[in-house]
Structure formats: C-alpha cells, structure tokens
C-alpha cells in the first residue's frame, strides 16, 4: 500500500531508507530501473519531487505536480511520495537523515549537479551518510510472466497505453482517423534485403556421439526481411513505396523479385553477380528457435552500383514524401550513400528516417547526421556512443545531441520503448509506449514493423506521438505470428478497437 503524497512539514522521522529526487515529468523504463534500484538498497523508497516551478533553462513542466506524483504512486514502488515546494532537496536530507540518496549516474560529474544536489551530497558525506550515482541494471528482456499471469499483464499494458495516450491527448477515433492519411503517401526505401528461411523441426534427442542436439527437418518456408518487410508493411497499410536494394544472382533472387512485384512494390533492386542474396536460416522446433545460419557478403557494394542506386532514388524522390534508410551492415548503405540520400533529401523536402540493426554485426547509428528520425534499441545507443552505463534518459538526449535528429525512439525490447521530440522553442518532450505483446511469438519483425509506421506517419504529416502510439500497435501484432509477415491496415484497425475496449 502507497504511503500518501505529503509534503515536507508534514513527515515525521523516517527510519533506514533510500531518497530519490527529480521532477519526473515523464516515466519511463529508465526511471523505473532506477526507482528499484535505490529500494533495494533499503527496502524503503522516499521520492522528493519538484514542485510546479520554472527551472533555471528549463521550461515549467508539462504535467502538474499532483499529475506526476500520482503517476509515479500508480507504479507501487516508492513507500512515500514528497511534494516539495520548490527544488529543496538539501532540507529533505536535513531533515530526513537518508541513508542513500541516490541520483542518476550523470549527475556524479559535478558539473551536471544544480546547487541544490551539490549541497544535499555534501551534506550527506559530512554526516556519514551514503550518495549512490546509479541508473538501475540494463535489461534487455523482461522477466514479468514469472510473476504475473499473462492475461492481468496484458490488461496492465493495455491500461499503461492508454494512460500514455491520455497524457499526449491521443484518443481511438484520432489514431483510427490518421490511418486514411496513409493512401496518399509514398516512401522511399533504402538498404540491406533479407530472404529469412524458417525450418520447422522434430527433436530427435542428443547425438551418442557428442553433447549435440539432433533434430528432424519437417518443413521450410521462405520469409521477405530488411528492407524487403519494411516496404512491404508500407504497402500492406496502404501506403506507396518504391524499393531500392541488392540481391545477388542465385536461387533467392526469384523469391524476392516475385514478393515485391506481387505487393506492386516500386521494384529498383539492382542485381550484384558479386555477392549473394542476403539469406539466413532459423531452425525451430515446436517454435522455439535453436540457431540460425546466415550466407551473407558484408563488404560494401562498388561504386557503379551506389551511383545507379542513388540515380534511381533520385528519381523516385520527386513524388515521394518521405525516405527510410534501413541498414542491416551487410554493406549496401555506404558513407557516400548516406550523405547522398541526406542531400536528395533536402533538395526535394522529404522526411528522411533511418534505423540501423547490429545484433550480429558492428555498426553505429550515430553516423546518420540531421536525420528527422532515428530508432534504434538501447544496446545499439550504448554501442554508438561507448556508454555502458548513464541513464536511459541521459543515453537518449546524449544521442540526439550528437545526431541532431530532430526525433528519436529509444527501443526497449520487452519494456516498449520512449519516442522523443524537439518541439519549436527547443524542448526536448518524450512519451514512454509499453510493449503490447506480453508473450511474443517471434520478436525479430518487431522493429520493421515499428520503422514502416513511424515513416508513414511522419510521412504524411502526423503528430510524433500520434505516429509513436500506431507504431506500439503495429509492433504488438507484429510478433503475434512466426516470421515476417505485412501486417494490414485492417488487422492495425481492429487492433486499436479491441486496445481502447
């Protein structure tokens, strides 16, 4: 049970127990990483939170101090809520007598740290009492099915989603009604194309031989990956798109060509006698993936093939709305690629988004410079920026500092993941989404499906966080089934009915 909010004057003395502080204007996975942390420490949590004031160079908060103290009491992890006045975080610490007080790992360079921490930390270390910079353990998969049945998380999710709309003021009929934006919209898409093979098996058992698992190949089915779901996603939802890729000159081309040309995507895949078709394996049995094989060329395609590339893009670009970058590192997009792209962007006023996937490979997401759009998941910022241990909220904003993306979406995995945008004066405004799917299928689609309406929305004109709650959607029935399969603007349409039920 949630000790009440109350303000400073009127606690008592508080035995052993851990204090945090912050305005917490948005909650998302980060702080939630954070919060928990600093109550094990103790198992008592005291959340100081700042008042409705207008900070040094920041602007008044947009949620009200009541809005984001009772918020913060719904996530049941503090045992008492402080409404300060101000930012008086020293007198909490006079008067309190924490044991912990705990702040984000940024604020451990003084040079982060307002005048009210420094002299709370001080405080703390003339007393004898203990400061902890820390952001909470990095996570990448969730462990909530051991604890709660799947039907009470899907009820959470859905509620926390709402939740989430009602505060960027985002309703059913608005997102039903952004869909019939998409049919006027057309994309250009970029990168890496993937032909994904699922081999359906029987276990057989252990080999007598070694301690290998021997298995039965039942069935294969061949699945469109890359770029190659991206595009179709967006031709699936309704939307125009034109396809700009590489496949070699072997058994996998046929496939490809025949998936895009039946979708009626824009075909300008170039054929590379160099290389093979990007092609990867996944054996499963009873749906559980045991390995996967790749047969891939990661070295980068020649110059010929870039200038065609971006010739035909070029081309593309004059009726078209917006450009996605998707680059899986298996050497199609190119540094020239990438500041071409920028350019032909700029020229013809079109949005221009990219998102960059190394589970398996090296690459940076960093590189993409200016874009309207980044989405990358957390290890891939962490790898971009060598930063294995800020907070979330610090990795995000130090990320799009570096980039200068005017948006980015930080993805979660099993926690969802944050949008974030830069409105006209310079704010930095975020929205936490929950993951949709509490037991996800196959989650390796997930991210094209999030990318395809992400580009279409912003695309065509949507507001950041109207796109982002389409995006959560579409990500949730994205992994419902095994394998990449287009996801209709149909099934996207009952899936927001059945959501705000």
Known sequence: MITPIKKLSEINDIEDFSLTYGHFNTIHPGHIRYLKYAKSLTGFLVIAIIG?????????????QKERSEALAMFEIADLIINLENQELHNVVQKLGPRYLVLG????LPDNAEIEIKKAINFQNENGRLV??????????????????????IEKRRTEFKIACQRQNIDKDILINALEKWQSTKMIV???IIVDQYAAC???GLSAEAPVVVVKELEQKNFIGGVGIVASHIRSLGAKCDLHSVIGDDENKKFVLDVINSSKIGNFIIKDKSRPTTFK???????????????????????EIENKILENIEYCAKDSHGIIISDFVYGVVTENLISSIYQIAKKYNLKIIADLQCSSQIGSVAKFKSFSLLCPNEREARIALQDKSTS????????????????????????????????????????SFPALSVN?????GAGDSLLAVMSIGLASGQPMMVSAALSACMAGLSVQTMGNTPIKLDSLRKNIIEIFK
């Open 281 to 303: 394996k996944r054996y499963l049995v009873e749906n559980q993936k045991l390995f996967r094989v790749s047969r891939l060329e990661d070295k980068f395609i020649n110059k």
């Open 202 to 204: 029987e276990a057989l």
């Open 392 to 431: 979330l909220e610090s990795l995000s904003q130090n990320l799009l500092k570096i980039t200068k993306a005017e948006k980015l979406i930080m993805k979660l995995g099993a926690s969802g993941f944050i949008a974030y945008e830069t409105n006209d004066i310079g704010e930095c405004l975020s929205q």
């Open 190 to 192: 970029v990168g890496d």
């Open 132 to 153: 902890k910079f820390e952001a909470g353990e990095v996570n990448y998969a969730s462990t909530d099915l051991l604890s709660t049945p799947e039907f009470e998380l």
């Open 440 to 444: 996800p299928l196959d989650v390796s």
């Open 52 to 64: 409705d004031i207008k900070l040094e160079n920041t602007p008044k908060f947009k949620f009200s």
């Open 105 to 108: 790992k940024e604020k451990e």
